[in-house]
């Protein structure tokens, strides 16, 4: 069974960094693309940013463009979103999640996502 637990959330100041990590087992993580989306309260789960299976292609949502970066570390079985300049409206539930069949039109949608981690807070106070 696929398992995700992501890490590295925390309350920072505005202007800051964080960088979360999540970590796949249970399968083999160059089979699944991966994404991180976030969810803050009342609002929909967003799609951040996503890679695929070897890692080749990489796509970030316009809304954090510039300022959020994914990476993959197939050895360690691990992705990263590396979060910068953090402004207190990215408050929210981050959200490691990884999937098999959706790259081409789902890969920033959650419906495009089979497994998904526990969450891991990220509060940025201002």
């Known amino acids: 069974q696929v398992q995700l637990v992501e890490s590295g959330g925390g309350s920072v100041q505005a202007g800051s960094s964080l960088r979360l990590s999540c970590t796949f087992s249970g399968s083999t993580v160059g089979s699944y693309y991966m994404g991180w989306f976030r969810q803050a309260p009342g609002k929909v789960r967003e799609g951040l940013a996503c890679?695929?299976?070897?890692?080749?292609?990489?796509d970030i949502a316009g809304s954090v463009a510039g300022r959020f970066t994914i990476s993959r570390d197939a050895a360690k079985n691990s992705v990263f979103l590396q979060m910068e300049n953090l402004q207190p409206e990215d408050s929210a539930v981050y959200y490691c999640?990884?999937?098999?069949?959706?790259?081409?039109?789902?890969?920033?949608?959650?419906?495009?996502?089979?497994?998904w981690g526990q969450g891991t807070q990220v509060t940025v106070s201002s």
């Open positions: 890679v695929s299976g070897n890692g080749g292609n990489t």
């Open positions: 999640a990884a999937g098999r069949n959706g790259w081409v039109n789902h890969r920033l949608r959650p419906t495009g996502y089979d497994y």
